[in-house]
C-alpha cells in the first residue's frame, strides 16, 4: 500500500499562484508515473499533470504554460506549481501514483479560484 498526503489548497483570487504538495510514503522514483489530477462539480476527473519515474512530465493543454510539475526524490514529494489560476481551475485536486498495474489516490485538496 501507498498512502499520498496532499497539502497546499485553498482560495486564491484569479491570477495568483498556488503550490500543491502530494508527499508519498515510498520511493517515487521506480514507478510508472506520479501526478494530479481534477475534479470539478458536475464533471470528470481530468489528468493536470504528470512526471514518469525518469522523469518525463505531461501537462493537459489547458495548464500548458501556467502549471508547473515537479518532484523532490528525497522528500519523496512532487509538487504542482499553479501560476495564473482561473476561475475554471476550480475543483477538487487529486494525487496520483500509478505504480505499474497498482493505482493510489490522495483525499483530495480543494482549490477555489474566485473571480
Known amino acids: 500500500q501507498v498512502q499520498l498526503v496532499e497539502s497546499g489548497g485553498g482560495l486564491v483570487q484569479a491570477g495568483g499562484p498556488l503550490r500543491l504538495s502530494c508527499a508519498a510514503s515510498?520511493?517515487?522514483?521506480?514507478?510508472?508515473?506520479m501526478g494530479w489530477y481534477r475534479q470539478a462539480p458536475g464533471k470528470q476527473r481530468e489528468l493536470v499533470a504528470t512526471?514518469?519515474?525518469?522523469?518525463?512530465?505531461n501537462y493537459a493543454d489547458s495548464v500548458k504554460g501556467r502549471f508547473t510539475i515537479s518532484r523532490d526524490i528525497f522528500k519523496k514529494t512532487v509538487y504542482l506549481q499553479m501560476n495564473s489560476l482561473k476561475p475554471e481551475d476550480t475543483a477538487i485536486y487529486y494525487c496520483?501514483?500509478?505504480?505499474?498495474?497498482?493505482?493510489?489516490w490522495g483525499q483530495g485538496t480543494q482549490v477555489t479560484v474566485s473571480s
Open positions: 496520483y501514483l500509478s505504480d505499474f498495474g497498482d493505482d493510489y
Open positions: 515510498r520511493s517515487i522514483v521506480s514507478i510508472n508515473a
Open positions: 512526471i514518469s519515474g525518469g522523469g518525463g512530465k
